[in-house]
Every structure is written in structure tokens, then in C-alpha cells.
């Protein structure tokens, strides 16, 4: 995880390190489709409906991921 400005995710691709990190902050955060060497991280709401979803290796991954983490993450108590 970064500490430089706050992002929970690298701006491109992470590692399962860094989504295992970001899924244990954020109740509604989890790695689905695993498929050992690749995965997508999701964000759904308290409802369970899919808000956002990345592969780990795409381009933007975690841009895009940290822009709905920050406006819908949950985090835990």
C-alpha cells in the first residue's frame, strides 16, 4: 500500500499483496474470480449489487478502483 497521497492502490496494476490489504480495510471490498495468477477486485454496495471491478493487471486498474474505494468504500469499524 502507498502512503504518498493516500491511495489504497498503485494507478495501474497491483499485486494480490496490496488488493489482500485494500479488502481487509473495506467491508464491501473482496478479490473474486480468482484465477491464481490473476484476479479482479471488487467494490459492491451494502446491497451486494456491483459497483466497480478490475483485474489486477489492467492498465488503470487502480486508478479507477481508488476513485470508487474513496466515494464507496465501507471501511470496517
Not at 496494476?13 to 473495506?26: K, N, S
Not at 464491501?28 to 446491497?47: K, M, P, W, Y
Not at 489486477?56 to 487502480?62: I, K, L, P, T, V
Amino acid at each position: 500500500m502507498r502512503d504518498t497521497d493516500n491511495s489504497p492502490l498503485p494507478p495501474g496494476p497491483f499485486t494480490r499483496e496490496q488488493a489482500t490489504a485494500v479488502a481487509t480495510l473495506y467491508i464491501n471490498v473482496a478479490i473474486e474470480d480468482d484465477q491464481g495468477t490473476h484476479f479482479r477486485l471488487v467494490i459492491r454496495d451494502s446491497e451486494g449489487q456491483l459497483i466497480w471491478r478490475a483485474w489486477n493487471f489492467e492498465a488503470s486498474a487502480g486508478e479507477w478502483l481508488n476513485r470508487y474505494i474513496a466515494s464507496h468504500g465501507i471501511p470496517h469499524p
